[in-house]
């Protein structure tokens, strides 16, 4: 089986702009979600789709927003960016959201 | 929120020396998932535990649960080169509509040979 798959890996942004990021499940998971990581704040779940339905949201401004599709791929956006949006986001995907969570190489977001 | 608080946030050990990193919660937490990302990497699963006072053994590493189900420590016996990483534990979800993982800060591991 293939693992999760985020694209791109990197990216480097401009405040005040706006990012998508995309995360591919591994096959059979109907469970995405999503997490910021820096080195100050951790890991912090920003939120989680199940069957394209937002079913969990993390302490996270409105700015930070996703979706997922009807093959359980999910994108998540980011707008008008700020250099504190800097981060590794990760994806992670699971059978359905209450076991074990297995997460994607992550995008290195930059925002200068 | 919930939160999971991890010490030690940095542990120096020479190479064949035990490790332990340990979690604490405030609060009873359903089940405690333990993950590794090594430098440059992704969270890795290692377990997951769900019974009060369990215990589980994965080779040299040692997980516990607490009685109470509020704490948890992973236990590393003997480390080697390839055990330096960061290790995180997180509230598992209880599901019914549960927040995501809440992840500690972790535990970073570094090996001196």
Redesign the interface.
Known sequence: KAGVTQTPRYLIKTRGQQVTLSCSPISGHRSV?W?QQTPGQ???????YFSETQ??K??FPGRFSGRQFSNSRSEMNVSTLELGDSALY?C?SSNN??????????TRLTVV | GQQVMQIPQYQHVQEGEDFTTYCNSSTTLSNIQWYKQRPGGHPVFLIQLVKSGEVKKQKRLTFQFGEAKKNSSLHITATQTTDVGTYFCADGRTGGGADGLTFGKGTHLIIQP
């Open positions: 979600s997490y951790g890991l912090q779940f920003l939120f989680e079913r969990n993390g302490n990760l992670a959201g209450r076991t074990e969570a297995f997460f994607g190489q992550g």
